[in-house]
């Protein structure tokens, strides 16, 4: 069983970014950005009080979707302008406490970039084509308050991540 906790578009921003995503796959996600990877996040779900002391203490914020961005040849992305995710970030991290190893595994602390994936090379689709499109279909680019984080749990591997719950941030 794997976690991960992410931070939500408001629901008519989600649907525009998932009518453009169903154009390229079919197995999309559903559109999130990512806060704190699976790095940590135990099935026993120790960890889930710890991350519940440190939403409900930081205050909601704002987050601007941006331009579309690569990493690499393998993953188009929105980005994200939201000084508070790398705070909310850090806490969360320091909260779970994962292991050295993990950190580095799933880009955590100074190597965390806040993004919205559109796309994967996986899926056999020319990403440079995809973000030119993005950049004509998806703008403007959305603005939300996030209000609350998604805590997502995938029962086995491969599966599809579901919600698991929401947790609110200090409004």
């Known amino acids: 069983m ?20 169903r154009q390229y796959h079919p197995d999309y996600s559903l559109p999130h950005i990512t806060v704190k990877a699976q790095g940590g996040l135990a099935p026993e779900r120790d960890w889930l009080e ?10 909601a914020f704002r987050v601007a979707l941006g331009a579309p961005q690569y990493f690499g040849n393998r993953v188009l992305y929105l980005g994200v302008d939201a000084p508070e995710i790398h705070n909310l970030h850090r806490q969360l991290v320091a909260a779970v406490n994962p ?16 993004h919205l994936t ?5 899926h056999g689709v020319d990403l ?14 959305p603005a939300f308050q996030a209000e609350f984080v998604r805590v997502y749990c995938q029962e086995r591997e491969g599966a ?7 947790i ?3 409004v």
């Not at 906790?5 to 989600?14: F, K, N």
């Not at 710890?50 to 205050?59: G, N, S």
């Not at 559109?118 to 996986?122: C, H, R």
């Not at 973000?131 to 004509?136: D, L, T, V």
Request: overall charge negative; hydrophobic content about 40%.
């Open 2 to 21: 794997q976690f991960f906790i992410g931070i939500v578009p408001h629901a008519e921003q989600e649907e525009r970014i998932i009518s453009f995503m």
């Open 50 to 59: 710890r991350v519940e002391a440190v939403c409900r203490a930081f205050p």
């Open 99 to 114: 292991p050295e190893e993990l950190i580095g595994k799933y880009f955590e602390r100074e190597q965390y970039v806040p």
């Open 118 to 122: 559109l796309a994967q090379a996986k």
């Open 128 to 141: 440079r084509e995809i973000g030119c499109r993005a950049a004509e279909e998806l703008q403007p680019y």
């Open 160 to 166: 599809a991540y579901l919600l698991l719950c929401d």
């Open 168 to 170: 609110p941030l200090q």
